[in-house]
T-cell receptor, first 111, second 108 residues
Framework: DGGITQSPKYLFRKEGQNVTLSCEQNLNHDAMYWYRQDPGQGLRLIYYSQIVNDFQKGDIAEGYSVSREKKESFPLTVTSAQKNPTAFYLC??????????FGPGTRLTVT | LAKTTQPISMDSYEGQEVNITCSHNNIATNDYITWYQQFPSQGPRFIIQGYKTKVTNEVASLFIPADRKSSTLSLPRVSLSDTAVYYCLVEADDKIIFGKGTRLHILP
C-alpha cells in the first residue's frame, strides 16, 4: 500500500525543546518537501530535497533543520530557535517536482 | 516564480458548475499550471495540471487561453463535499509556491 506517512498526527512540546517530525514515503519519489501552514493561510515552504544527501532552504528555513540520509525519509527538526513553532506541518513527495503527494500532516503545539 | 492571484472566497449551490479563475500575468514559457484541493486539517490533493488549451479529467476541467496569463478551473455539478480551499499554482524548477487559495463554500 503505497503512500506518504507523517507521525505523530498531534504533538505537544514545551517551549525551548527541539522536536523532530517524521515523514516517510514508499512511492520511490526523488523529491521531498516540508511546508508549514498557519490558520487561514496557504502553505509556506520550509525545506526541500531533490536527491538523497542534498537539500535546500525554502522561504522560511530559519529555526528548522532537515536530513535526507535515505530516499524514503525526510525528518524535520523544529529547534528552539524557531520563534513561533505552533503550526500544521505538511510533508510531500514528488516524482517530477510538479505533482506533489502530501502526507496527512502533523499539528504541533508548543506551550 | 510567477505569482498567482485568485479570489479569496466563493459560494455556490449543489448541482451547479463552479468556475474559479486564476491570473498569472508573469507566467514563464516552461511553467505549468496546477490546481490543488485542500480540506481542513488535511494535506492538499492534486486536481489537475495543464500547459495550454483545455485539459479534462474525471474530477475537473482546466481552461487556459492562448496567452496563458490566466486559467479557469471548472468543477461540474458540485456537491457539499466539494467545499474546500482550491490553490492555483504556477510551477517550474521543482519549487512550488502556494498562495492563500480560494475558499469555496457549497450551499445545499
Amino acid at each position: 500500500d503505497g503512500g506518504i506517512t507523517q507521525s505523530p498526527k498531534y504533538l505537544f512540546r514545551k517551549e525551548g525543546q527541539n522536536v523532530t517530525l517524521s515523514c516517510e514515503q514508499n512511492l520511490n519519489h526523488d523529491a521531498m518537501y516540508w511546508y508549514r501552514q498557519d490558520p487561514g493561510q496557504g502553505l509556506r515552504l520550509i525545506y526541500y530535497s531533490q536527491i538523497v544527501n542534498d537539500f535546500q532552504k525554502g522561504d522560511i528555513a530559519e529555526g528548522y533543520s532537515v536530513s535526507r540520509e535515505k530516499k524514503e525519509s525526510f525528518p524535520l527538526t523544529v529547534t528552539s530557535a524557531q520563534k513561533n513553532p505552533t503550526a500544521f506541518y505538511l510533508c510531500a513527495s514528488s516524482p517530477t517536482g510538479y505533482e506533489q503527494y502530501f502526507g496527512p500532516g502533523t499539528r504541533l503545539t508548543v506551550t | 516564480l510567477a505569482k498567482t492571484t485568485q479570489p479569496i472566497s466563493m459560494d455556490s449551490y449543489e448541482g451547479q458548475e463552479v468556475n474559479i479563475t486564476c491570473s498569472h500575468n508573469n507566467i514563464a514559457t516552461n511553467d505549468y499550471i496546477t490546481w490543488y484541493q485542500q480540506f481542513p486539517s488535511q494535506g492538499p490533493r492534486f486536481i489537475i495540471q495543464g500547459y495550454k488549451t483545455k485539459v479534462t479529467n474525471e474530477v475537473a476541467s482546466l481552461f487556459i487561453p492562448a496567452d496563458r496569463k490566466s486559467s479557469t478551473l471548472s468543477l461540474p455539478r458540485v456537491s457539499l463535499s466539494d467545499t474546500a480551499v482550491y490553490y492555483c499554482l504556477v510551477e517550474a524548477d521543482d519549487k512550488i509556491i502556494f498562495g492563500k487559495g480560494t475558499r469555496l463554500h457549497i450551499l445545499p
